[in-house]
């Protein structure tokens, strides 16, 4: 079965710090990669995806990922977060095949951006 | 586009009691999922859909039925609620292909006495 592991389960930085939140995924097959935001009171968001092509992949708000195959691992990178990136944040998987559909997320990162 | 829809938005329920959460996309996507979110356990998928007429079983399915019937509309259904399944539900639709991102409803949070 597959799963999705998020090491950190809340992260507190000030702003302008850099931001990694880690993700490690297991899988044997083919998988698409996702990272998708939650802001207090709003719906999960997409902030970027990993399919296929070069690994180091950008999103909205200044957001990237890599995906190091090897390490089976997607993690989430910002150079200076903003007050207004905090939020919750889930790393997830959807694997290809007969199992499209059957998508998992992490348990969720809580991030919070002390001004 | 009102984009992905639930209702209701809240409910409360005693130990025994059924209801039906009614989810409701307008973009033709093909794939419809309902997941749960709990503290601290993420999002967890109990049923999903790839497409009008078929539904399979997700991570966390007992309990709980759906039936997707029109393309647009995805039902999950709990007969007999158990105060286990308090939580906060969510509904998401995806396009066709596993490569697409999943977009999401603003939630239904129930509550089980």
């Known amino acids: 079965a597959q799963s999705v592991s998020q090491h950190n389960h809340h992260v507190i930085l000030s702003e302008a710090a850099s931001l990694e939140l880690g993700c490690n995924y297991s899988?044997?097959?083919?998988?698409?990669l996702f990272w998708y935001v939650q802001y207090p009171g709003q719906h999960l968001q997409l902030l970027l995806k990993?399919?296929?092509?070069?690994?180091l992949v950008k999103g909205i708000k200044g957001f990237e990922a890599e995906f190091i195959k090897s390490k089976f691992s997607f993690n989430l990178r910002k150079p200076s977060v903003q007050w207004s990136d905090t939020a919750e944040y889930f790393c997830a998987v959807n694997p290809g095949g007969t199992n499209a559909g059957k998508s998992t997320f992490g348990d969720g990162t809580t991030l919070t951006v002390k001004p | 586009n009102a984009g992905v829809t639930q209702t209701p938005k809240f409910r409360v329920l005693k130990t025994g009691q059924s209801m039906t959460l009614l989810c409701a996309q307008d973009m033709n996507h093909e794939y419809m999922y309902w997941y749960r979110q709990d503290p601290g356990m993420g999002l967890r998928l109990i049923h999903y859909s790839v497409g009008e007429g078929t539904t399979a079983k997700g991570e966390v399915p007992d309990g709980y039925n759906v039936s997707r019937l029109k393309k647009q509309n995805f039902l999950l259904g709990l007969e007999s609620a158990a105060p286990s399944q308090t939580s906060v539900y969510f509904c998401?639709?995806?396009?066709?292909?596993?490569?697409?991102?999943?977009?999401f409803g603003p939630g239904t949070r129930l509550t089980v006495l």
């Open positions: 990993y399919f296929s092509g070069d690994p």
């Open positions: 998401a639709s995806s396009p066709w292909g596993s490569y697409n991102e999943q977009f």
């Open positions: 899988y044997g097959g083919t998988v698409n």
